[in-house]
């Protein structure tokens, strides 16, 4: 079975950091461009970060510059690593292709920075 499992997210200050890590399925890795999204209750999923197989990544303007995306191709894993965090990066991060694929969509793991 297809799926994805997100972990890494938790409570942080403003202008903490924490590393996020998604597991995938060796047949969706290794054929995909993986991403990371972030929702808010009440708000349209937004991608934040993406990534090639080959390592090329893009980036939501509102992360450039605090968040990195890479990927471990052996380990099937995509990462995201957040600095400088501020409370509006409160969301729950979901990983998936991009473009997504619906029957894909995890649990997420939910980031929250806050004082």
């Known amino acids: 079975q297809v799926q994805l499992v997100e972990s890494g997210g938790g409570l942080v200050q403003p202008g903490g950091s924490l590393r996020l890590s998604c597991v995938a399925s060796?047949?969706?890795?290794?054929?995909?461009?993986m991403a990371w999204y972030r929702q808010v209750p009440g708000k349209e999923r937004e991608l934040v970060a993406s990534i090639a197989r080959g390592g090329n990544a893009n980036y939501l303007d509102s992360v450039m510059g605090r968040f990195t995306i890479s990927r471990d191709n052996a380990k099937n894993t995509v990462y995201l690593q957040k600095n400088s965090l501020k409370p509006e990066d409160t969301a729950i991060y979901y990983c998936n292709t991009s473009p997504f694929i619906n029957a894909l969509w995890g649990q997420g793991t939910q980031v929250t920075v806050s004082s």
């Open positions: 060796g047949s969706i890795f290794r054929l995909n461009v």
